[in-house]
T-cell receptor, first 114, second 111 residues
């Protein structure tokens, strides 16, 4: 069966510090991968998605970036965090190939920028 | 621009009643629509998907309708239980690669 992992589960970082969040998927190949952010009491905001290694599409211009160095690994990064980057970061995957599939979400990372 | 509205931020109902949640969308024509459940501090969990050519879909105590003329989906939970308390998100989409989520309705089922 497929599983999706995210780490760390929680993170407290000072303003201006770098960020690296990691997401890995097991039990599937060539998935579409997604990064979302959810502010407190708000909906999900799509940040990035990837249909393959090295292929990243950005939905929201900001100080975040994403990379996909391996088929089942998706990384969210920042060189300098802002207070507004605080939130709940979720990674998700769905089947590749353009077929309509439901998305499966990881457990999330709670980021607090102080 | 595309807009998704879920009826109310919070909905309280009595145990055993039917909960009805509404999802309205404007400025696009999704080919399908998904509903997810999200518990506090956790990622959303997929519940149901309905396509534009389907009027209704059921799964156990859940029922979803999709009216492309009204640009609306209704999500029903029959015989509701306190364990059904959660935030429910709708996601109309025209693309297999991307979903756009509504902000959700927080449902509380009172014992």
């Amino acid at each position: 069966s497929q599983t999706i992992h995210q780490w760390p589960a929680t993170l407290v970082q000072p303003v201006g510090s770098p960020l690296s969040l990691e997401c890995t998927v097991e039990g599937t190949s060539n998935p579409n991968l997604y990064w979302y952010r959810q502010a407190a009491g708000r909906g999900l905001q799509l940040l990035f998605y990837s249909v393959g290694i090295g292929q990243i599409s950005s939905e929201v211009p900001q100080n975040l970036s994403a990379s996909r160095p391996q088929d089942r690994q998706f990384i969210l990064s920042s060189k300098k965090l802002l207070l507004s980057d605080s939130g709940f970061y979720l990674c998700a995957w769905t089947g590749g190939g353009g077929t309509i599939y439901e998305q499966y979400f990881g457990p999330g990372t709670r980021l607090t920028v102080t | 621009s595309q807009k998704i509205e879920q009826n109310s931020e919070a909905l309280n109902i009595q145990e055993g009643k039917t909960a009805t949640l509404t999802c309205n969308y404007t400025n696009y024509s999704p080919a399908y629509l998904q509903w997810y459940r999200q518990d506090p501090g956790r990622g959303p969990v997929f519940l149901l998907l309905i396509r534009e050519n389907e009027k209704e879909k059921r799964k156990e105590r859940l029922k979803v309708t999709f009216d492309t003329t009204l640009k609306q989906s209704l999500f029903h939970i029959t015989a509701s239980q306190p364990a059904d308390s959660a935030t429910y998100l709708c996601a109309p989409s025209g693309s297999a690669r991307q979903l756009t989520f509504g902000s959700g309705t927080q449902l509380t089922v009172l014992p």
